[in-house]
């Protein structure tokens, strides 16, 4: 499976971005995949994971109710979207696949299995 992430950018505070994450390589339904984010001088934490199979999503608290996780499946295809950005959001966001089947959704960055290159999200103040 091959994560391929893009869609960051600079921003202003309160701004908008959607991340996309492209999965190719016969990614299966049965996976979770989840967004982290790793800030200079940090651990890479979680951000929001998606159960592909029902949709089911979990949330990180500091972007509950401003990032939404998504997916296509017709197009293999994550999403974040991510609104009222603040300067804290900066950081480079990776997508990640869990390869182990119909597994709830984990926060440990090691449960996942697959990863992308990041995208760089900077949100000035």
């Known amino acids: 499976v091959q994560l391929q992430a893009s869609g960051g950018g600079l921003v202003q505070a309160g701004g908008s971005l959607r991340l996309s994450c492209a999965a190719s390589?016969?990614?299966?339904?049965?996976?979770?995949m989840g967004w982290f984010r790793q800030a200079p001088g940090k651990e890479r934490e979680f951000v929001a994971g998606?159960?592909?199979?029902?949709?089911?999503?979990a949330y990180a608290d500091s972007v509950e109710g401003r990032f939404t996780i998504s997916r296509d499946n017709a197009k293999a295809t994550l999403y974040l979207q991510m609104n009222s950005l603040k300067p804290e959001d900066t950081a480079i966001y990776y997508c990640a696949a869990d390869a182990i089947p119909y597994r709830a959704i984990l926060r440990l960055a090691a449960a996942y299995d697959y990863w992308g290159q990041g995208t760089q999200v900077t949100v000035s103040s």
């Open positions: 390589g016969r990614p299966s339904s049965s996976y979770v």
């Open positions: 998606i159960r592909w199979s029902d949709g089911n999503t």
